[in-house]
């Protein structure tokens, strides 16, 4: 399985830089129809911006937003609390994006494989089995977390339970697989796919480039950068596969008064 790790480094929750010793897992639905991994990855990487999780997972991407490593995992935000405490203080949390549908089969069982295979993946690296993966609306019954109905407004449609995806991690950790499965890979930014990039700017001079560069990071675009290219010094922001989630940041840029067209490649 590949991970990508993509920390959200202006987040508040990252800046805290609180650390915990996971104990188990938490898993979450998004309850944002359509909305990917990479994009959610650059939503949540602002300041201001208080939840946090450690991983995004869609039907193609796992993408590690807080680090979550055995000896340096971070306190994300993600359950809130109850009357037992907040999972928050023990609990690797994993969000699963949810389709423009809640129907859609297809996406659901890619989405329901990667998540197994990332929830026993977590358990092969913290030592807890797979009794302490639990879904959000498990934890509020459990005192941990708040009233959310996370995953079971999902999960039913498509004849699954919590016990279902408990007993897949375990077929999983069992399976002839384990082992050589599961290695997180520090991702690198492309994977040798091509990546479309929104380019807010192109001058001569490279001070002006750096003046709109320092305008989007100012505006919560950390990611953007500076790219000298044929003769221009060229601001862009955003790494995405799929072209429709480079088209709303696009938009969202031309909104606060950037004017934008998308590259791809190494334009
Ligand atoms: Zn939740």
Redesign the pocket.
């Known amino acids: 399985m590949r991970i990508t790790k993509q920390y959200i480094t202006q987040n508040d929750c990252y800046k805290a830089g609180r650390k915990i010793t996971p104990k188990g897992c938490m898993i ?1 639905s998004t309850a944002t129809p359509g909305v990917m991994a990479e994009d959610f990855a650059l939503r949540w990487n602002k300041p201001g911006i208080e939840k946090a999780v450690h991983f995004f997972v869609d039907d193609e991407d796992v993408i590690e937003t807080l680090p979550c490593e055995k000896g340096n995992t971070w306190r994300a935000w ?2 809130g609390r109850g009357d037992r405490g907040s999972g928050n203080d023990t609990m690797v949390s994993l969000e699963m994006c949810e389709p423009e549908s809640l129907g859609d089969r297809t996406y659901f069982q890619k989405v329901y494989d990667r998540a197994v295979e990332l929830a026993a993946y977590l358990s092969r690296v913290f030592g807890f089995g797979p009794e302490n993966i639990i879904c ?1 609306s498990e934890g509020y019954i459990a005192g941990i977390a708040s009233n ?1 109905a ?1 995953v079971m407004h999902w999960f039913p449609l498509h004849d699954r339970t919590m016990d279902d995806f408990r007993r897949d991690v375990e077929r999983s950790l069992a399976g002839p697989e384990a082992g050589e499965d599961g290695t997180a890979e520090g991702g690198t930014e492309s994977g040798g796919r091509l990546l479309y990039r929104v380019q807010t700017g192109a001058f001569r001079d490279k001070v002006n480039a750096d003046a709109l560069r320092q305008r989007l990071r100012a505006d919560g675009y950390a990611d953007a950068y500076v790219k000298a290219a044929d003769g221009y010094y060229k601001v862009q922001a955003g790494a995405f596969r799929s072209l429709a989630n480079a088209d709303r940041l696009s938009a969202e840029l031309e909104e606060k008064g950037y004017e934008t067209y998308i590259v791809n490649g190494n334009a």
Do not use: K
Request: with cysteine; hydrophobic share 0%.
């Open positions: 979450h993600h359950c959000h959310h996370d």
